[in-house]
């Protein structure tokens, strides 16, 4: 098997590569990188006017099997993934059951080779059942291949749980990956706190619930010297928070969604529940600040909380409506059409955000081209605009704010460990 993509611009921030090259694929693997290539046995892919880069590392995705295959199961969440350029995923535990223990990350893991379409990692959970009470057996689901910890969807309730789960994941050498929520400040709310919030009627959530909670979380990774990954932050204080801590030696990384840095809570307008999510859109500051911290580095990484659900879990009252929206087949559009177009971010910065630094903060060896590396790439188009049809998904959830925005960006190909897993018609 072997492939050589041809005059693509070559975007590998981790060997300082932005330039147009030939890119040649051997049994899986990078062979080289240069000008004019040629190889009589492979196969040719043309990438004139594209870019060429690592394949995309999405951190926070929820593939919802087992337990919930009517959202979403690990065949369409892979479908999807290789669809949006995303070759590695990290699938949160509230699955049901959820993943506590060492045989349900083995079965994540191995379905995800089975189907073959993306490299489908898992967390394990921090706590038990998640709820809170005492630590899952960690050593177990490290074992068994998890590469994080999470209680994803709800909050690590008890402060000195949180304090035990950042001291024993060190001895594993696991990131602890963070939902940071106060639910007693979010008191039943159902989108953020503020003139939408009064305008629609609708019970608002305080910035608060999530700076106050990100506060307590990275004081504690201080603390213990833990590795703590704050996930999807979305306002100001809870960046200030995470940017002090940093300044001052912890180990702490943290990642934003797309919609974080793309929409405000006006989307929730008309109670436009594919708006709703937790945590919630905010405001233009938070807008702001969320872009600020991408490009200073406080934010490490983009990760979309694919999180699709039923129509008929959408098709209600704004309140009842569940939280979450699907993310893997915008979420480089969304990224190039918001951060790069608008000159906030550079191409190569944005590969580093969905890539790069994901991979670090797994510790595995992807995010590169470098030779003898995986051949894990995304081809996509930065030129021509397309419009996006939440029908044309592979995801079994529509549930999509983006339907009908016009993004750049579009995945033509992605190529999986030296085999295309998606190629566009
Ligand atoms: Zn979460």
Known sequence: MRLLIKNGHIIDPKNGVDEVRDLLIADGVILSAGKNLADEDAQVLDASGKIVAPGLIDLHVHFREPGYEYKEDIETGSKAAAKGGVTTVVCMPNTKPVIDNGALVQYVMNRGREIGLTNVLTCGCISKGQQSG????????????????????????????MKKALEYAQMFDMPILSHSEDLDLVD??????????????????????????VSRDVLLAEETGGRLHVCHVSTKNAIEAIRNAKKRGAKITAETAPHYFSLTDRACDGFNTNAKMNPPLRDDEDVQAVITALADGTIDAIATDHAPHHFDEKELEFDQALNGIVGLETSLGVGVTYLVKTGKLTLSQLIEKMSVNPASILGIDKGTLGE??????????CENPYKVCVHEFESKGKNSPYDGFELYGKVKTTILGGKIVYQED
């Open 134 to 161: 005492e630590l899952s057996e960690i050593g177990e689901l490290k074992a068994a291949g998890a590469v994080g910890i999470s209680d994803d969807g709800r909050p690590v309730l008890s402060p000195s749980l």
């Open 188 to 213: 039943g709310g159902s989108m953020n706190e503020g003139y939408m919030s009064t305008y629609l009627g609708l019970r608002g959530i305080p910035k608060s619930a999530e700076s106050v909670a």
């Open 372 to 381: 003898g590396k995986p051949a894990d790439i995304v081809i996509f188009d």
